[in-house]
């Protein structure tokens, strides 16, 4: 334990997950980004478990202003062979007095020592936190923009071609929305080349919903472009290469937007690359920008 600009340090286990849910959301209320991050389900993933380290600081009476957690490589389970995860957050109110900067050292430190590579993930990127990561040698090796849309003014009308057929997804279509996916995807960097029951385990969970889930089909071509859907999230939109260039995929969202409208969803969300240029659409039917995640890696 030791004390450090009006705070003290410790190293200690997240025991009371709604605490640090209270400090994710006051971190998301003036950085944006993804809103999931003050979920405590979310939390207690990459927050909490006898495999995470952690740091936190407190304040004199007690407040937890300041909390760090290295956690082991996803997929590898409780050990640390082929390298860890660092997230750290500071609360607003409490910054520019080098909280950040000696979380990120001591999650730093600590990985290397544990060994293997070192990523760092943000869940609301700044452009303070840009430049301490920059600082410590750290490079940039994913990034998405988070945006958001309204729906209580309704949804942008973008209409189907003649000759378009839906299918929601079903235990029948999953195959056919997982061969579109793999077709509109392949190509792109970091695909990952799953099989057709890992791509679903993926795409299906607690909240996934089918009936706003949807397959199109388009004359000439065939089975050509998917929208996913969950509460609250566009979750992925793929056009296969024959099919681009026709309005598909924001015909596709906007589908997706209206059922998510008609069964009450008041929000809806999603993640795009900030090199997709997909990004540009979004934006022109409604999606304004709310923040952005990212992850960093040591030279």
């Known amino acids: 334990m030791s004390t450090h600009e009006a705070v003290t340090w410790t ?11 209270e400090l994710a959301a006051r971190c998301l209320a003036a950085d944006g980004g ?3 991050a003050s979920d405590p389900g979310f939390l207690r993933s990459r927050w909490a478990g006898d495999a995470v380290l952690a740091q936190q600081a407190r304040t004199p009476d007690g407040q937890l202003v300041a909390a760090g957690a290295l956690r082991p490589a996803p ?24 909280l950040g900067g000696r979380l990120l050292d001591w ?16 869940e609301s990127l700044t452009g303070t936190a840009a430049r301490l990561f920059a600082d410590r040698g750290l490079r940039q090796v994913f990034a998405e923009d988070v945006m958001r849309i309204d729906l209580a003014e309704g949804v942008p ?24 996916y793999e077709a509109a995807f392949r190509d792109r960097p970091g695909f990952p080349g799953w099989s057709a029951e890992q791509w679903t385990a993926d795409v299906v ?21 998917f929208v996913t859907a969950a509460v609250g999230w566009i979750v992925q939109v793929g056009v296969v290469p024959a099919a681009r260039g026709r309005g598909l995929g924001g ?19 999603l993640d795009v690359n900030v090199d997709n240029p997909a990004a540009e659409l979004y934006r022109r039917l409604g999606f304004e920008h709310r923040g952005r995640r990212a992850r960093f890696a040591a030279q």
């Not at 973008?158 to 299918?167: C, E, N, P, Q, S």
């Not at 195959?175 to 579109?180: D, E, K, L, P």
Request: hydrophobic share 40%; with cysteine; net charge negative.
């Open 11 to 21: 190293a200690a286990p997240f025991a009371d997950v709604p605490e640090l849910a």
């Open 34 to 36: 993804l809103p999931l």
């Open 75 to 98: 997929g590898d389970g409780e050990t640390w062979v082929h390298g860890a995860v660092f997230g750290g957050m500071v609360d607003p109110a409490h910054r520019s007095a080098g």
């Open 107 to 122: 999650g730093l430190t600590e990985g290397r020592r544990l060994g293997g590579r070192v990523t760092v993930e943000t």
């Open 157 to 180: 009308g973008k209409g189907w071609a003649d000759g378009t057929r839906l299918a929601e997804w079903s235990a029948e279509t999953a195959g056919r929305f997982f061969r579109v």
């Open 205 to 225: 969970d607690e909240d996934f919903r089918p009936g706003w889930s949807v397959l199109a089909s388009v004359p000439g071509v065939g089975d050509a472009g």
């Open 251 to 269: 015909a596709l969202v906007c589908e997706a937007l209206r059922r998510m409208r008609r069964d009450g969803e008041t929000e809806a969300w």
